[in-house]
């Protein structure tokens, strides 16, 4: 009889000291999201493991009261020495060491199935643990949210990325990095230069010549200026010239300058820039520098190939033009 209850307060030990770990190392709003999308296991845990000072304080009050009444139980069938020892012996392997290490790695099954016995624990020692618990509460405060920065959560995915466990693809991290990069990024960091940048005179006659020269440069928008390629009064939308046109100039016509255009800083952020992109449902942008100097353009590609960190190919681009300019296509 007397092996038999110190078993079971053995047991009742490894039990307390797995627990406190394996619970206590579950993220309260990984369970909570977990119990949002279905997982039972998650929905079982989550109630009692938000409530963190009070899980702690009950299974530590239990941990205690079962390793003291182990202490001394043995000291009543054995010497003090051999009593003191099997105790310690007992206690450090298979009360601590073992079972941490098992339910530490399994302390989501472990904890659901075990739930029920959590939940009489703070039954039992709820007078005593809820008191502390609050104490706890008002000096340490409740558990605060795990939050990451951009770096680390492109660690995060990239570590799930090269786990052979992973359901994330090497192209669904692309993206998730690009997406956290770009937000720090700014227009001067994208933008095609202004040496770059087709562009049309207003003077300019929309001719068969000037058809077949916009035609082989393969943009869509083409900056229209005036005077000088720091004067930008519209954009010419080719789409636009597929109506028959008479041989005027770009200035007599109404679609160079009827939409108008976004204008934007070469500081400003590339998530403030398709903000603006989307409100104003325009697909480039016109970029000038603090002294109002027009130093390039952006285009809403510009943007998305930054997020997906992957040039878009349309199917007659060159293989060095794809590299090199992309105007608002």
């Not at 904890?111 to 340490?140: C, E, M, N, Q």
């Not at 000037?210 to 035609?215: A, K």
């Not at 109002?292 to 992957?310: C, H, K």
């Amino acid at each position: 009889m007397e092996y038999l209850i110190s078993l079971v307060l053995v047991i009742l030990s490894g039990l307390f000291s797995g627990l406190t770990l394996g619970l206590l190392s579950l993220d309260t709003q990984s369970l909570q999201r977990r119990a949002n999308h279905g997982d039972a296991q998650a929905a079982k845990i989550y109630p009692i493991r938000q409530k963190g000072n009070l899980l702690l304080t009950t299974l530590l009050l239990g941990n205690v009261t079962v390793n003291t009444t182990l202490s001394i139980f043995l000291g009543s069938i054995a010497s003090g020495l051999v009593a003191g020892l099997t105790a310690t012996t007992l206690i450090v392997l298979f009360g601590e060491i073992f079972p941490q290490a098992i339910i530490s790695r399994h302390a989501l099954w472990f904890g659901s199935r075990t739930i029920w016995f959590t939940k009489v624990t703070i039954f039992v020692f709820y007078p005593i643990a809820w008191p502390i618990s609050k104490i706890l509460d008002h000096f340490l405060g409740k558990e605060l949210p795990t939050t990451y920065t951009s770096r680390e959560l492109m660690d995060i995915i990239s570590e799930h990325e090269d786990s052979e466990h992973s359901t994330i693809d090497a192209d669904e991290e692309r993206i998730v990095h690009g997406a956290l990069q770009f937000s720090h990024l700014r227009v001067r960091n994208v933008m095609t230069e202004a040496d770059q940048v087709v562009m049309c005179d207003e003077n300019q006659r929309l001719n068969d010549d000037f058809f077949i020269e916009i035609n082989g440069s393969g943009f869509s928008r083409i900056p229209v200026f005036s005077g000088n390629r720091n004067n930008i009064v519209g954009i010419l939308y080719v789409k636009d010239l597929l109506i028959e046109h008479e041989d005027i100039s770009v200035k007599d016509t109404e679609e160079a300058f009827e939409k108008g255009y976004l204008r934007v800083k070469g500081g400003e952020l590339l998530d403030s820039v398709l903000a603006k992109m989307l409100k104003s449902k325009q697909h480039m942008a016109i970029v000038k520098n603090q002294n109002n100097q027009f130093i390039g353009v952006i285009s809403l590609e510009d943007i998305i190939e930054e997020i997906i960190q992957q040039e878009i190919e349309d199917e007659d681009d060159d293989d060095e033009s794809e590299e090199e300019l992309i105007v608002g296509k």
